[in-house]
């Protein structure tokens, strides 16, 4: 249990374009989803919190009207990169919140590879 | 924000050997996660493991909350345990958010 999806696994895009991710939580119901950017030899970086119903919340240093999150319903959240630029190429990662009580554990998509050209 | 630092940040093996990687971090946690991030980007939960100890197989961890720090054993390793193993923890501000480690590499080699 606990598998989370992305989609796209890769994307290849030109520059000024927007690019959406999907991210959903397969076998469980997620209020509370995250999205990552990892750099190629760096840890994950938070990039966002998102809330199913109500709005993302972000972290500092991550443009809201750049990284567009919406968390429509309890298995699916999605990330618009938009107007994409070359620096935004990265590995986007998002995860599920498994949680119950103080129990929280988070799983985590396969990622989604960007490419800006 | 909390802090997490992982040691060693390097690790070559030879198959068969054991090891342990060690996390830790600067204030108290809600939880703590163990991954191994495999060669095409996937994070693979290892361990939840706020406290305690817990045991899968090969592989085991020690979280010992009161002194901050967590450790992950690899014992008889393989191959395929090459890879990034993180150490993500959750603060006690009870926003679910994990601060990740910048990760141990290892290399396991036949």
């Known amino acids: 249990g606990a598998v989370v999806s992305q989609h796209p696994s890769r994307v290849i895009c030109k520059s000024g374009t927007s690019v959406k991710i999907e991210c959903r939580s397969l076998d469980f119901q997620a209020t509370t989803m995250f999205w990552y950017r990892q750099f190629p030899k760096q840890s994950l970086m938070l990039m966002a919190t998102s809330n199913e119903g109500s709005k993302a919340t972000y972290e500092q240093g991550v443009e809201k009207d750049k990284f567009l999150i919406n968390h429509a319903s309890l298995t699916l959240s999605t990330l618009t990169v938009t107007s994409a630029h070359p620096e935004d190429s990265s590995f986007y990662i998002c995860?599920?919140?498994?949680?119950?009580?103080?129990?929280?554990?988070?799983?985590f998509g396969p990622g989604t590879r960007l490419t800006v050209l | 924000g909390i802090q997490v630092e992982q040691s060693p940040p390097d690790l070559i093996l030879q198959e068969g050997a054991n090891s342990t990687l060690r996390c830790n971090f600067s204030?108290?946690?809600?939880?703590l996660q163990w991954f191994h991030q495999n060669p095409w980007g996937q994070l693979i939960n290892l361990f939840y493991i706020p406290s305690g100890t817990k045991q899968n197989g090969r592989l085991s961890a020690t979280t010992v909350a009161t002194e901050r720090y967590s450790l992950l054993y690899i014992s008889s390793s393989q191959t395929t345990d090459s890879g990034v193993y993180f150490c993500a923890v959750e603060g006690n501000s009870n926003d679910y958010k994990l601060s990740f480690g910048a990760g141990t590499t290892v290399t396991v080699r036949a």
């Open positions: 995860s599920a919140s498994f949680s119950g009580g103080s129990y929280n554990e988070q799983f």
């Open positions: 204030d108290s946690v809600n939880n």
